[in-house]
T-cell receptor, first 107, second 121 residues
Framework: AQRVTQPEKLLSVFKGAPVELKCNYS??????LFWYVQYSRQRLQLLLR??SRESIKGFTADLNKGETSFHLKKPFAQEEDSAMYYC?????????FGQGTRLTINP | GAGVSQSPSNKVTEKGKDVELRCDPI?????LYWYRQSLGQGLEFLIY????????KSGLPSDRFSAERTGGSVSTLTIQRTQQEDSAVYLC???????????????????FGEGSRLTVL
């Protein structure tokens, strides 16, 4: 079975502070992991995927197979980063999401 | 349009009634998903269609829920004898293909609709 856990439902940080959204997964095979984001009044959309090793809007995420984690990080948070963030795992077939973390950046 | 289209955007129904939610995926996308988004539950997987393969129905919460995908395109999610706990936003998403684990074109990104908000009174 494949499972994604995001332990924090809510996360609040000040503008300019570092931010880390935690994601842990459970999957017996070789996982493909993603972060999706939903800004206020917008559709859910892809933020980044681990195979691309990319940095999007200053966010990065490193797959740690030993710790089965894929935490999302940004060194300096901005107010426009306030949104709902979902970690997702693609197994052999379907894409499964975590419960999401609502990130609020305080001015 | 170019994006995933869902209808209706809002649906209010009485407990016990049946509802149908429609999804028009992006043309050419072979994979189609239905998810349920509710407070405290995150994004709950419901069903997944991939090409001509048998759908993965493992996420459907009860036999009151069913979904079809006709001609590999439009999908309809049907909820029979609705209950108050069915109230949620139902999201549809499509993708070009499932990820193959290789860097390449069109792998893995799901494109979501705006959702259908269902309220069961």
């Amino acid at each position: 079975a494949q499972r994604v856990t995001q332990p924090e439902k809510l996360l609040s940080v000040f503008k300019g502070a570092p931010v880390e959204l935690k994601c842990n997964y459970s999957y017996s095979g070789s996982p493909e992991l993603f972060w999706y984001v939903q800004y206020s009044r917008q559709r859910l959309q892809l933020l980044l995927r681990h195979i691309s090793r990319e940095s999007i809007k200053g966010f990065t995420a490193d797959l740690n197979k030993g710790e089965t984690s894929f935490h999302l990080k940004k060194p300096f948070a901005q107010e426009e980063d306030s949104a709902m963030y979902y970690c997702a795992l693609q197994g052999a077939q379907k894409l499964v999401f975590g419960q999401g973390t609502r990130l609020t950046i305080n001015p | 349009g170019a994006g995933v289209s869902q209808s209706p955007s809002n649906k209010v129904t009485e407990k016990g009634k049946d509802v149908e939610l429609r999804c028009d995926p992006i043309s050419g996308h072979t994979a189609l998903y239905w998810y349920r988004q509710s407070l405290g539950q995150g994004l709950e997987f419901l069903i997944y269609f991939q090409g001509n393969s048998a759908p993965d129905k493992s996420g459907l919460p009860s036999d009151r829920f069913s979904a079809e995908r006709t001609g590999g395109s439009v999908s309809t999610l049907t909820i029979q004898r609705t209950q108050q706990e069915d109230s949620a936003v139902y999201l549809c998403a499509s993708s070009l293909d499932r990820p193959l684990g290789l860097a390449g074109v069109g792998t893995g990104e799901l494109f979501f609709g705006e959702g259908s908000r269902l309220t069961v009174l």
